[in-house]
């Protein structure tokens, strides 16, 4: 994954919008399955804190978008959308790299993280994002209830219209669990910011993104 040297192709990659995509069909039959067969999970407030998870690519880089946000207390990298149990970073098999989000709903609401999440990624980039690739970095969306899976279906159906051709790629699944990564990759891109994968992808990531949105920023995020 993050690998400690960043070639220049790979960086090439990420700025192409969406080039060498596989197809996605067994991604949404293994989604209709998925929505079919599981009853989504419904998590707890925590001293009035929302969670909310998704998955885009690198947990990292994920992590240090929805940390930027004003609302969000805390993301926690992690795994989820799998099926395998105690999924670790060197073993997570069917998990994909995921981040769970604490947020405080009388500031900012789950509409407006699913805005955050198709905004700050590559929405028709099947199975990765930019130079990660595979079904560790694919994109998943998840739904506590019915009411988060009609705001999330609503806003893919709209993107699609916008899209034309291509297809918002990411799963959208009932949430099951999601199990906390290893302590050192929490707050990763703050704790390392000399790291060639943090310096080329990361932030690139986070900047591109902090300009789309930036009335939900919290002050002082620039990099």
Not at 74 to 95: C, F, L, R, V, W
Request: hydrophobic share 35%; with cysteine.
């Amino acid at each position: 994954m993050k690998k400690t040297t960043i070639l220049i192709a790979s960086i090439f990659l990420f700025s192409l919008n969406g080039a060498c995509k596989p197809s996605n069909k067994d991604h949404k039959r293994a989604e209709a399955i998925a929505q079919k067969e599981q009853t989504p999970v419904q998590t707890e407030a925590v001293n009035g804190l929302k969670k909310a998870y998704f998955a885009s690519g690198c947990f990292w880089c994920v992590e240090a978008i929805y940390e930027s946000v004003n609302g969000v207390k805390e993301a926690i990298s992690g795994y989820s959308g799998g099926q395998s149990k105690n999924p670790t970073y060197e073993n997570h098999a069917d998990h994909a790299e995921a981040v769970e989000v604490l947020y405080d709903p009388s500031i900012v609401n789950f509409n407006q993280l699913v805005d955050v999440y198709f905004a700050s990624q590559n929405v028709t980039q099947v199975n990765g994002q930019g130079p990660d690739r595979g079904a560790s970095y694919r994109s998943i969306i998840f739904y506590q209830n019915d009411s988060e899976k009609k705001i999330i279906d609503e806003k893919i159906t709209e993107l699609n219209k916008q899209l034309g051709d291509d297809k918002v790629a990411a799963q959208v699944l009932p949430f099951q669990k999601f199990w906390e990564a290893e302590a050192y990759h929490q707050n990763y891109e703050r704790n390392n910011p000399g790291n060639p994968y943090i310096q080329n992808v990361s932030i690139p990531r986070l900047n591109k993104f902090k300009k789309k949105m930036p009335e939900l920023l919290k002050e002082n995020t620039a990099h």
